[in-house]
């Protein structure tokens, strides 16, 4: 058995289920031989598709997925969605085969790609250690939570291993233990929780698992703490009765009035970054800010704060939560949970309650109003992928998902053109849920090959592009001061028919009337996607990304 035969066997021996990628001649036979050995092969129509694809599988899942792609160009091809998945720790292995020979056209120092995004750089080297080193760079990736580009140079590939070594009985390592934090960290929390009257809670990407989150609201529940979350970590509280749901630029007037008035914040596993605080407008002044995390650079990384605890989100809470108990404050205080504040929440939590001037016109649609009626017509029970661009709050807002498994926001670097394959991941990983990819029309046409990948998978996909015919953000951030902005604005585009190419049902809209074929193809058998272009209104700027803009 040679080299790449092993790692792929190795690779889905030890639970790698996924690959996706494009492949070539460098990466045939490993992708072949996960294939083999039972792993499923998404093959995308970009390798940038691709990354993304395993990207939001790994996240959707809670499980690693694979990457494979061509030496040199292949990987330079991918880069974008690898530094989005590394940058959100995601643990993503990327099959990369590798030209050593300086003089090939595919030469290029993936080494250093790799570092320059902030993934680790693994590489087979010798077919004696092959799966053992394969092992190792998945461990890396799954219990430090990191991108690992895995190298495999052309030369060892089609070496033979030794006899005696057996890919197919490969096995991870267990986790190490979870870091506990300091007994001063705990008491020093317990008693901050004890002297708030007003206490949130914030969960961020650290605090998206069921361990971590019963734990953080059991301790919610005894001091009356509100709960919010990051962008990333939406869905989390779905149906708790004191759910914020979002915290930061997509909070509601409401919420954000609500986290700005706390006198505690404490961020579970959420870097209280200038997103999730916008740019600390939703600190109060006096207010003690506490950060839980298992990754002590993350601590104080964006803010000053009054305690900073190293240690695993769910073990530290609970720990929190038995060092209230054996301090006497074992009732239930009412903390931050009056029945005023229930009043607030029930008529202002969600954007669906929040009153607005509908500025459609006979050819464009307010993008809150088409978003709310997708709302109503869309099953609830959905994954959600959402693009970066001016439109991303619409979705991220007005759009209800049933936890945070159904929604999937790939935005730590801030690309636009990922959306489309951020849904087909996490269509993959949720396949008894409506996939819905909410887009722009710039992030569209940049990944529009990946409308076939959707085709041919047979996802009954609804894609909804929200159509301005510019790069909106940059429309409102340069416009109003006099700069010509016709670098960002394009001729206006049937996007429906490009669709129609794809073989997708794809509808145009400019008014609320124009979605009744939405309720025909949900009425259907959903044997094709559809493509929905909402035609909206350009007046509309997103002031969540005019506070991004101040943190370039």
């Known amino acids: 058995m040679n080299v790449a035969e092993a790692v792929g066997r190795a690779l889905v021996a030890v639970g790698v289920d996924l690959v996706a990628g494009v492949v070539g001649s460098g990466n045939f036979h490993v992708t072949n031989a996960m294939v083999a050995a039972g792993a499923r092969f998404v093959a995308s129509r970009h390798e940038g598709g691709a990354a993304t694809i395993a990207d939001a599988y790994a996240r959707t899942a809670d499980r690693p997925a694979a990457l494979s792609v061509h030496q040199g160009c292949g990987l330079t091809n991918a880069m974008t969605g690898i530094a989005e998945a590394a940058k959100s720790r995601t643990p993503l292995i990327v099959l990369a085969a590798e030209a050593t020979n300086r003089h090939s056209n595919f030469f290029v120092d993936q080494d250093a790609l790799a570092t320059a995004v902030g993934a680790l750089s693994h590489r087979i080297a010798d077919p004696a250690t092959a799966v053992a080193d394969t092992v190792e760079a998945v461990a890396a990736a799954v219990h430090g939570r990191r991108t690992v580009v895995l190298n495999l140079p052309l030369d060892v590939q089609v070496a033979e291993i030794p006899d005696g070594i057996a890919p197919d009985t490969a096995v991870l390592p267990p986790p190490p233990a979870p870091p506990h934090p300091s007994p001063e960290a705990v008491a020093r929390l317990v008693e901050a929780l004890r002297v708030a009257e007003r206490p949130v809670f914030v969960a961020g990407r650290g605090a998206r698992s069921a361990a971590a989150r019963d734990a953080v609201v059991d301790l919610a529940e005894r001091c009356g703490a509100l709960l919010a979350t990051s962008a990333v970590a939406k869905g989390l509280f779905v149906g708790h009765p004191w759910s914020l749901d979002v915290s930061g630029g997509f909070s509601s007037p409401v919420v954000a009035e609500l986290i700005a008035d706390a006198d505690l914040i404490v961020g579970w596993g959420c870097a209280l970054n200038m997103w999730t605080m916008r740019h600390g407008a939703l600190i109060g002044p006096g207010a003690t800010v506490v950060q839980v995390d298992d990754t002590a650079s993350a601590l104080g990384a964006h803010r000053a704060l009054a305690l900073g605890g190293e240690g695993d989100v769910a073990v530290t809470a609970r ?133 076939d990948t959707v085709r041919r998978l047979g996802l009954p996909m609804v894609v909804v592009v929200y159509d301005d015919d510019a790069y909106g953000a940059e429309v409102h951030h340069f416009g109003p001061d006099g700069h010509d902005i016709s670098t960002v604005r394009f001729p206006e585009t049937d996007l429906a028919a490009v669709a129609r190419g794809y073989g997708f049902t794809a509808v145009t809209v400019r008014s609320v009337a124009d979605l009744d074929p939405v309720r025909t193809w949900l009425a259907g058998p959903l044997d094709t996607p559809l493509l929905i272009d909402a035609k909206v209104v350009e007046d509309q700027p997103s002031w969540w990304l005019e506070e991004a803009f101040r943190g370039h």
Do not use: H, K
């Open 319 to 451: 720990a929190a939560g038995e060092g209230w108990g054996r301090e006497g404050w074992g009732r239930v205080a009412s903390g931050y949970r009056s029945p005023a504040v229930a009043e607030r929440l029930r008529s202002g939590r969600r954007w669906q309650d929040v009153p607005f001037e509908d500025t459609s016109t006979q050819e464009r649609i307010d993008p809150r109003t088409v978003s709310l009626a997708l709302d109503d017509l869309l099953p609830a029970d959905r994954v959600v992928g959402v693009d970066s661009g001016n439109f991303m709050g619409y979705p991220s807002m007005f759009l209800d998902v049933p936890d945070e498994r159904g929604f999937c926001f790939t935005q730590a670097f801030q690309a636009i053109g990922l959306g489309l394959a951020t849904a087909i991941g996490a269509a993959l990983a949720q396949p008894d849920r409506l996939p819905v990819a909410a887009v722009g029309d710039g992030g569209l046409t940049m990944s529009a090959a990946e409308l």
